[in-house]
């Protein structure tokens, strides 16, 4: 069956199928490790995505939200407060695909927030509050821009901690400042030169993960 | 013998598998990997709301605390002002503008409310003449921020005496057109200005909630 000429293979499976044993040997091979490393990759990958950052939002693109924040319980609450909110949607190439964009925003008196979101999951949070330079924040606006800080991680008590001990931080230097907490993007920004004016934290979800 | 395959050493038969499994490993592992990141496994469970903390923001962080439209009135009558209310627009703040009784309408108040508890601000303005040397515009607004900040801490109430006396007295440290702002406990005080080539000028005491 088969001829021997030439110089013999010592292995014995090569010796007596030739390239097509090969073949079938690599393609096995190549399998078991394809099934392996992917299910290692996907673990790792789980395990990445969990934790307190944002998630993916279930959408078609790679936009991260705030998981588990109830937007809908987050306006309720707010205008039970005496906030006014007002929504806004965009009507843009998402409508295309069965996405809508939201932007909620509510005050009361000079305390403004505004939520961003996409199919109901929120992408960003932003708050503001007046403020005069060289004039600390009352209280009461410290508050309010804390609660805005801990929004992500209401059942995360470390990860809240850490927000709002950097809002404290940045509130006591008042200075401008930026900070990567749990895979959210923290930012605070301090008036320039204007008199009448905010202080401004913005709490991105961002793009995240392979793209950050 | 028909279709025999070439018989390859043993050396490239081994290459052959060790490169797919490389291909597969590397393959396997990113697909793997950006596929646990990037899989949305269903929307997480919407998470309980904590409770709003007791001094989170609640209308009343838009009205002068502990003020009343009739304290106001009564105290600016005491001063010799006559109020009236003014029509407004349907959903604008009403309005009171009171003037100073036989003071050729030079110093007026003007009180912006919501409901009788519910001032949402005293503004004060005063015209002074050029050759005008006396504190008639100082005293009218000295009487606003006594008016206007009677629940404040003595602290607050002093630093908005200074700051207003300051101000009032400086006509050039405010930029024509421009405004100056402080916050004395919890009101915002704004002095603005505007002048007239004559050297006359409009000065304007913006009291309200910080």
Do not use: N
């Amino acid at each position: 069956m088969v001829s021997h000429s030439g110089p013999e293979p010592t292995d014995p499976v090569l010796r007596r199928h030739g390239w097509h044993r090969t073949l079938l040997v690599a393609l096995l091979v190549a399998g078991l490790t394809l099934v392996g490393a992917g299910g290692a990759g996907f673990a790792a990958g789980r395990l990445l995505a969990g934790g307190d950052g944002p998630v993916r939002c279930a959408t078609w693109d790679f936009s991260r939200c705030i998981p588990g924040l109830d937007l809908e319980a987050v306006l309720e609450t707010l205008a039970e407060r005496g906030f006014e909110c007002e929504r806004l949607e965009w009507e843009g190439f998402r409508e295309l695909v069965g996405d809508s964009t939201e932007s909620d925003q509510c005050s009361l008196g000079g305390y403004r927030t505004r939520f961003e979101s996409l199919d109901g999951q929120v992408r960003s949070v932003t708050a503001s509050v007046p403020v005069l330079p060289g004039v600390s924040l009352t209280q009461r606006q410290a508050t309010f821009l804390s609660w805005v800080a801990v929004l992500p991680f209401s059942d995360q008590p470390v990860s809240a901690e850490a927000a709002s001990g950097w809002l404290s931080r940045q509130l006591a230097d008042g200075r401008d400042g930026r900070a990567d907490i749990d895979g959210y993007d923290y930012s605070i920004r301090y008036p320039g030169q204007g008199r009448r004016t905010v202080v401004a934290l913005e709490v991105d979800a961002g793009l995240g993960g392979w793209f950050r | 013998m028909t279709g025999q395959a070439p018989r390859p050493s043993r050396l490239a038969g081994r290459l052959v598998i060790a490169a797919a499994a490389m291909v597969a490993l590397v393959v396997g592992g990113t697909g793997g990997l950006v596929l646990g990141t990037e899989l949305v496994l269903g929307s997480p469970e919407p998470r309980d709301l904590p409770d709003l903390p007791p001094d989170f923001p609640d209308p009343s962080v838009q009205y002068l605390p502990g003020l009343t439209v009739s304290e106001v009135t009564s105290s600016l009558a005491g001063l010799g002002f006559e109020c009236e209310e003014l029509s407004t627009w349907p959903g604008a703040p009403d309005l009171q503008e009171c003037l100073e009784a036989g003071g050729g309408g030079r110093l007026s108040a003007r009180i912006e409310y919501d409901s009788e508890s519910a001032v949402r601000a005293l503004i004060t303005s005063c015209y002074r003449r050029a050759e005008d040397t006396t504190r008639r515009c100082e005293d009218g607004f000295q009487s606003s921020v006594h008016i206007a900040l009677a629940s404040q801490p003595p602290a607050a109430r002093e630093q908005a005496r200074d700051w207003v006396e300051r101000y009032a007295e400086e006509v050039a440290v405010i930029r024509d057109g421009s405004e100056v702002v402080t916050r004395a406990g919890e009101i915002a005080l704004t002095m603005s200005v505007v002048s007239f080539d004559d050297g006359d000028a409009v000065y304007k005491l913006d009291l309200r909630r910080a």
